[in-house]
C-alpha cells in the first residue's frame, strides 16, 4: 500500500478521519505520554475550571491528523514535517471529532506539500485548525 506522490496530488484535493473520543483514549494518551494534568483525568478537579468538566487532550486531537496524512492523504510513506496548530475549542469525551486536510501548496523544487487541517466536532464547530508540511512518498 502507497500513497499518492508529490505528482498525483491535486490542489484542493481533501480526505478526513473521524473517531468519538472516549474516556478510555484520554486515559491511554495520558499513560503514554505522561501528560496526567487534572484537566484530563480529574473530574472533581476539572469542574472547577472553564470548562466545567474533563476535556481531551489537544495533541490527541491533532493526532488525528496524523492518520489521515499517514493513512489516507498523501497515505503511507508520507513524511509529516511540521504543523501548525491553533485549538479553538475544547474537545469533550464522546466528542466525535472529524480530521480533515486540504492539499493548498505544492512546492515543486523540494517535492513538499502543504496541508489544511482542521478538526471538526459532531456540532460542526472547529475545535482546531493549522497547517501542516509534509513529503508525499515517492
Do not use: W
Not at 59 to 78: D, E, K, W
Not at 91 to 96: A, L, N
Not at 104 to 120: A, D, F, S
Amino acid at each position: 500500500m502507497k500513497g499518492k506522490t508529490f505528482n498525483e496530488l491535486e490542489m484542493g484535493e481533501k480526505a478526513s478521519f473521524q473517531k468519538t473520543i472516549t474516556e478510555t483514549d484520554v486515559y491511554l494518551y495520558a499513560g503514554i505520554t505522561g501528560d496526567i494534568n487534572p484537566a484530563h483525568i480529574n473530574e472533581e478537579v476539572s469542574k472547577n475550571t472553564m470548562f466545567k468538566g474533563r476535556i481531551a487532550h489537544g495533541m490527541l486531537t491533532a493526532g488525528l491528523i496524523s492518520a489521515v496524512l499517514g493513512v489516507h492523504l498523501p497515505g503511507p510513506g508520507t513524511i509529516y514535517m511540521g504543523q501548525d496548530l491553533k485549538f479553538t475549542a475544547p474537545v469533550k469525551f464522546g466528542d466525535t471529532i472529524k480530521a480533515e486536510v486540504e492539499v493548498i501548496e505544492k512546492i515543486e523544487g523540494k517535492k513538499i506539500v502543504k496541508l489544511k487541517t482542521t478538526c471538526t466536532n459532531q456540532n460542526g464547530d472547529i475545535v482546531l485548525k493549522g497547517t501542516a508540511t509534509v513529503m508525499p512518498p515517492k
